[in-house]
C-alpha cells in the first residue's frame, strides 16, 4: 500500500501559480503511476493530469493543457503539479492519487490510492 498526502493549497489570484506536491509513503513510489484529479464544489471529481512511473509519459486534460505541468521525483517519493495561469474555474479541491499499473490512468476508478486532498481557491 501507498500513503499519500497533498499539500501546496492555497488562495491565489487569478493569472497567478501555485505548485502541488503529493508526498508518498509505504510501498516504493516508483511502483505507481499517479494522477491529479479536482472536485469543485457541486460538481464530479475530474481527470487532471497523469504520469507514468518513470514519468515518462504525461497526459493532461483539456482544460489545463499548456497551462499545468505534472512531475515526479521517485528518489524523494513526491509528485507535483505545477499550474499556472490560473483563474476562477480551477477553483477546486485537488487530490493526488495512484495506481500501480505500468501506464497511466485518466479515470477516478482506475486508482487504488487518494490523498486527503487540498484546496486551491483562484479568486478574480
Known amino acids: 500500500q501507498v500513503q499519500l498526502v497533498e499539500s501546496g493549497g492555497g488562495l491565489v489570484q487569478a493569472g497567478g501559480s501555485l505548485t502541488l506536491s503529493c508526498a508518498a509513503s509505504?510501498?516504493?513510489?516508483?511502483?505507481?503511476?499517479m494522477g491529479w484529479f479536482r472536485q469543485a464544489s457541486g460538481k464530479e471529481r475530474e481527470f487532471v493530469a497523469t504520469?507514468?512511473?518513470?514519468?515518462?509519459?504525461?497526459y493532461y486534460a483539456d482544460s489545463v493543457k499548456g497551462r499545468f505541468t505534472i512531475s515526479r521525483d521517485n528518489a524523494r517519493n513526491t509528485g507535483y503539479l505545477q499550474m499556472n495561469s490560473l483563474n476562477p474555474e480551477d477553483t477546486a479541491v485537488y487530490y493526488c492519487?495512484?495506481?500501480?499499473?505500468?501506464?497511466?490512468?485518466?479515470?477516478?476508478?482506475?486508482?487504488?490510492?487518494w490523498g486527503q486532498g487540498t484546496q486551491v481557491t483562484v479568486s478574480s
Open positions: 509505504g510501498r516504493t513510489f516508483s511502483s505507481y503511476a
Open positions: 492519487a495512484a495506481e500501480s499499473g505500468p501506464a497511466y490512468y485518466i479515470r477516478v476508478n482506475d486508482y487504488d490510492y
Open positions: 504520469i507514468s512511473r518513470s514519468g515518462i509519459t504525461r
